[in-house]
């Protein structure tokens, strides 16, 4: 095991800092049937490599994985909302799903453990599908009626995420609809009664510049409304961009195309929750990818833990949003080499911090091992194993790593009472 405790001096990170680990509803709960992601994982033939199915059974276990985080001196955990159990057809809202996230808070508070709270993260219930998803003119007053039910119910959230990667769709590209046969695709429409770009993944970018900023907007106002002085921003997955010989233009013309004009509609948010893995590098003859020769994670993205600090120095220097590093993780087996993930991204932040960055937070994704969306569940990023037939978890050594970095840090001694450094505007409160 790798313990570094040198990498995170005290100082280096703010009082009250948020560190923690992530989850998503639909990719640990289990038993989602009214999503959209169900259906499609249950067609034929599926764009899915397996369902969901039980996943790992958090929604029965939260106060166990919840413990976890607790026990691993983590002061926060991010979790999703399910809009699909919460708003089970139109207008009609299910007290009992509710009272269950509810029950959620609650067991977070009892351990002093910050609980941010995403909206939306990929999955939607079926009937919002087969209205069209993002691509429906009245999604951003649906979602935000969601929303606002939803946050009335959840009193003691710490944070609230509106959308998860909102600007997912751009980034990933011809990536999902690639790997879609005909059948398939034809298979997912009938399943979902409605055209595939109903489904987040397959958004069109239009949709999620139209419908999705505004989603988010309305959102924010509705959750503000409800909870008057919880933080609230969107997510975003943000590579590090890099450029080959020659290639700076169409580098900057990617920072242009799938960031920057998030950011800028975030920029009156009281934060912004960054999601890097890895570095993306632009080729002069137009394409992009990893870097020539360079160590691939399971995920066949570079393995460049070095990203997250690159990415929060290039955001701070044009954006002044506060930063919560909602999702950085490791896919693979080789934990070790996950522990050793995690020190030097910790690292990176810390330099970031020093050199200006405002970071308010580190998530971890994932708590869990879990549900890789269409690759299904041979992806592993957790600190925690998951035994798929007894749901028995097992914390592993990189869980342990973190522990002691946050230790080291000495800034978790803040527990559970929220984000002291962000107020509703996004001003410090110190
Ligand atoms: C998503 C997660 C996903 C992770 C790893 C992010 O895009 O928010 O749901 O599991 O990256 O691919």
Not at 313 to 321: M, P
Request: hydrophobic share 45%; aromatic share 10%.
């Amino acid at each position: 095991m790798l313990l570094r405790p040198d990498l995170a001096p005290a100082g280096a990170f703010p009082a009250g800092f948020l560190w923690g680990a992530a989850t998503a509803a639909h990719q640990v709960e289990g038993g989602n049937v009214n999503s959209d992601c169900w259906a499609l994982e249950h067609a034929a033939p599926s764009l899915f490599a397996e369902p969901s199915g039980d996943a790992a059974d958090h929604y029965h276990r939260f106060a166990e994985d919840i413990a976890i985080v607790a026990d691993l001196g983590l002061n926060a955990w991010r979790f999703s909302i399910e809009w699909a159990r919460i708003e089970t057809e139109p207008g009609f809202y299910s007290m009992a799903a509710l009272d269950h996230y509810r029950r959620c808070i609650d067991a977070c508070r009892a351990r002093e453990v910050a609980a941010v709270v995403t909206f939306h993260h990929f999955t939607q219930p079926r009937w919002m599908a087969r209205l069209g998803g993002f691509g429906a003119a009245d999604f951003p007053a649906r979602f935000a009626d969601y929303c606002g039910r939803a946050a009335r119910a959840l009193e003691g959230m710490a944070a609230a995420c509106t959308i998860n990667e909102l600007n997912l769709p751009l980034v990933a590209g011809r990536y999902f609809h690639d790997r879609v046969s005909p059948a398939a695709r034809a298979a997912a429409e009938a399943a979902l009664g409605a055209p595939l770009s109903s489904f987040f993944l397959f958004s069109d970018e239009a949709a999620i510049l139209g419908q999705g900023l505004a989603a988010h907007a309305a959102a924010r106002a509705a959750i503000g409304a409800e909870r008057p002085g919880v933080p609230v921003g969107m997510t975003l997955a943000i590579s590090e961009e890099d450029a080959g010989p020659g290639a700076e233009a169409p580098r900057d013309a990617r920072r242009e195309r799938l960031y920057a004009p998030f950011l800028d509609a975030a920029a009156g948010d009281d934060f912004v929750g960054v999601q890097t893995y890895s570095r993306t590098v632009s080729r002069a003859d137009g394409g992009a990818g990893p870097a020539r020769g360079a160590v691939l994670t399971t995920m066949g993205w570079e393995d460049r833990p070095e990203a997250l600090g690159a990415v929060c120095r290039w955001l701070s220097a044009r954006w002044s949003i506060p930063i919560m590093v909602t999702e950085n993780g490791y896919p693979g087996e080789d934990d070790s080499r996950r522990a050793a993930f995690i020190a030097t991204a910790v690292e990176g932040l810390a330099e970031a911090i020093a050199q200006g960055a405002d970071v308010r937070g580190y998530f971890y994704w994932s708590l869990l091992d879990n549900f890789e969306w269409l690759l299904g569940f041979g992806q592993r990023f957790g600190l925690v194993a998951v035994d798929r037939a007894t749901q028995r978890r097992t914390v592993k050594p990189s869980a342990a790593t973190l522990g002691t970095l946050v230790r080291a840090a000495g800034t978790a001694g803040t527990k559970g009472a929220g984000l002291p450094l962000i107020g509703p505007s996004g001003a410090h409160r110190d």
